[in-house]
């Protein structure tokens, strides 16, 4: 979601004259667009705005003006504390207003031709969506973000989202096939569709004579339907949400990858409860069977927190049981962070950091196999794969399986954005490598 913001304020801020560039000192604006997540999101940011103050003072020492700008959730939580900590911070916006970014440029740029200070600050939720200022996008690539539904309402204990991105809002049919075809008449390939919680997704039909709904399953057909599209991906998704018409698509929709990202955060009931899932580890057992039974290759990718407030030695058990099950093939794994005015931050029973180490280095070992152990079994296949962007050494691209797994082969430009047959030749726990079959 912070990539596809950041591409979308860089369209913005190209309407007015702006332009990206590589180095920070060469920049008459920087913009740190911020995660709220995790903690180390938040000291991570001032350490930045720490550096670019110093070549802020450079540039104007010579003659020259930066604009530093704050957005994203860290923004919209910490608003206050970035104000007080850091002063020469010029425009604070949260992701809801980014759409208002040449509007605060402009403000400040004012403000610095008659050499006075000014802060502004942006931290509303709108009424009127962003999406309906935002230009049609201009980054674009073999691969690209194409975000459809914003906000959560589901109020996890331990989660910041709804707090930092509002309620949850969808966008109308219309506007996302529109930005879907935008996108593949400029070259791409494959879109992955972007959401909070991105299968509560509920769009209208904007000319439709009367409102009706309609969910992730029908949008997904109607986007699979764009001449020149290869692949289709969505995330990040909710197994509450999980409707049989959705798990119906990755049966019918050939274009839909049988790799899925379903969170599930912990493989105890209890845990689950105390996190306000509104799931149980049954209920999830459940939608992977019945995704299994629509898509027999699908595979699973998920999120686990480790160490939440009062889990014990047989939760955590619980969990590994799970991915011991399911054979997860990657996954995110984190130690329980207490992000101020969660419920979670005050829950009695915190667990010790050395314990949620401990876990967190088991849980992550066990993860690490499954991965590695399907990586090797590729060993000698011919697989599809979509090469997206350069790799490391000069000569060669770098492109992913259906399944999300990184492979590298040695090629020329010719082949990025196109879907090759790949016969893999090696493989390690974090990639795969092959030549193109000819």
């Known amino acids: ?48 705005l720490g550096r670019f103050r110093k070549v802020k003072s450079k540039r104007e020492a010579e003659g020259a003006t930066m604009i530093i700008a704050v957005a994203g959730c860290v923004a919209q939580a910490a608003g206050n504390e970035i104000i007080k900590r850091a002063p020469y911070v010029d425009i604070i916006l949260g992701p809801q207003t980014y759409h208002r970014l040449p509007e605060m ?33 201009s980054v674009a690539g073999p691969s690209a973000f194409l975000s459809i539904q914003e906000g959560c309402d589901k109020f996890c204990t331990f989660c910041v989202v709804p707090y930092t991105r509002g309620a949850e809002y969808s966008r109308s049919i219309e506007s996302i ?25 509920h769009g209208l039909k904007e000319h439709s004579t009367r409102k009706q709904e309609f969910g992730l399953g029908y949008l997904i057909r109607r986007i699979a339907e764009i001449n020149g599209l290869k692949r289709l991906r969505y995330i990040t998704s909710h197994p509450k949400d999980m409707n049989d018409d959705l798990i119906s698509a990755h049966g019918e929709v050939e274009l839909l990858m049988p790799f899925l990202h379903l969170p599930v955060q912990s493989g ?10 509104q799931h149980k580890v049954k209920d999830y057992i459940l939608v992977v069977e019945k995704l299994l039974s629509a898509r027999p290759e699908l595979r699973l990718s998920s999120d686990f927190i480790v160490g939440f407030p009062g889990e014990s030695d047989v939760d955590f058990e619980a969990t590994i049981s799970l991915i011991r099950e399911v054979k997860f093939l990657q996954a995110y794994s984190f130690k329980f962070s207490p992000r101020p005015g969660t419920p979670g931050a005050t829950l009695e029973n915190q667990i010790p950091n050395n314990i949620k180490d401990s876990r967190l ?10 991965q590695s152990e399907f990586n090797k079994s590729s060993i000698g296949k011919t697989v599809p794969v979509l090469f997206d962007r350069r790799g490391r050494v000069d000569g060669q691209l770098l492109g992913r399986t259906k399944f999300m797994q990184p492979v590298h082969a040695n090629l020329d430009d010719n082949y990025m954005g196109q879907v090759s047959q790949v016969t893999i030749d090696t493989a390690t726990s974090n990639s795969l490598g092959g030549s193109v079959t000819k």
């Open 361 to 370: 280095a088991l849980l992550q070992d066990i993860l690490l196999g499954h």
């Open 177 to 201: 096939l529109d930005e879907a075809k935008q996108l593949i008449e400029s070259g791409t390939k494959e879109i992955t569709l972007l959401g909070q919680n991105v299968n509560a997704y």
């Open 1 to 48: 979601m912070n990539v596809y913001d950041s591409n979308r304020m860089a369209d913005i801020m190209h309407k007015v004259g702006y332009h990206t560039v590589n180095e920070s000192h060469n920049a008459d604006m920087v913009i740190l667009n911020t995660c709220h997540i995790r903690e180390q999101a938040s000291e991570k940011l001032f350490s930045e």
């Open 105 to 137: 440029v402009a403000e400040v740029s004012r403000s610095k031709r008659k050499n006075k200070d000014s802060q502004v600050v942006d931290l509303e939720f709108p009424k009127k969506t962003k999406f309906d200022y935002l230009p049609k996008a």
């Open 268 to 277: 105890s009931d209890q845990v689950l409860e105390r996190m306000n899932r």
